[in-house]
């Protein structure tokens, strides 16, 4: 426990952890993690509706799914203090205006997307409630008549958002297996939703 107090430390204080630092293995899972959760709900409704006592289905795939992006902003966040100099303390000075730029138009628009959902199909639409067993409406609105997958595609936008920000002050190799594997992960479940 002393070990991750003194790491924890090292985090406030701008400086990377020593212990803390997730492998490869760790990130890629920790990011996969969600997308499993997606896809057992996805084709496996009725299991999941037998879990978590049918209409409370939905409202069980939002806590679970929170609770993964909370692994996986966690684990990135610890991979990422261990690759930065001063830990996740960024350098903004080093940060260029056309990153700033790209960031700010990548992030906005993703979350836009992200916004559009909500608003267009609701919390029970979001969370695979016509799989759950309620009525979701059709919506050819925005967001949908802008992109595929407009959730999937303003998580990805915002991930790369991130890499923008980040460019020349993490290795870019790294970075960009990271958000590309990350991309990857949510063409894949949107693959998996169009097939089936």
């Known amino acids: 426990m002393e070990v991750v107090k003194a790491d924890l430390y090292r985090l406030a204080s701008c400086s990377s952890p020593v ?26 409704p009725d299991r999941w509706q037998r879990l978590f006592c049918g209409t ?7 806590f679970f799914g929170a609770l993964g992006k909370v692994l996986q902003f966690t684990v990135v966040g610890l991979w990422l ?37 909500f608003r267009a199909i609701g919390h029970v639409g979001v969370y695979y409630g016509f799989k759950l067993g309620h009525e979701v409406p059709w919506v050819k609105g925005w967001p949908f008549d802008t992109v595929s997958h407009p959730q999937y ?29 990350w991309t990857t992960l949510y063409v894949i479940t949107g693959l998996q939703e169009d097939r089936t």
């Open 19 to 44: 212990h803390l630092c997730p492998s490869a293995w760790v990130v890629a899972g920790a990011l996969a993690a969600p997308h499993f959760l997606y896809a057992f709900i996805w084709f496996k």
């Open 56 to 62: 409370k289905a939905v409202d069980a795939f939002a």
């Open 81 to 117: 203090s261990c690759q930065l100099p001063a830990g996740l303390c960024l350098d903004l000075r080093a940060v260029g205006l056309l990153q700033w730029l790209a960031a700010l138009a990548l992030f906005g628009y993703g979350q836009s997307l992200n916004a559009g959902i």
């Open 153 to 181: 595609v303003g998580s990805v936008l915002s991930v790369w958002a991130i890499v923008a920000l980040l460019w020349g002050q993490v290795a870019s190799p790294a970075l960009l297996v990271l958000a590309g594997y």
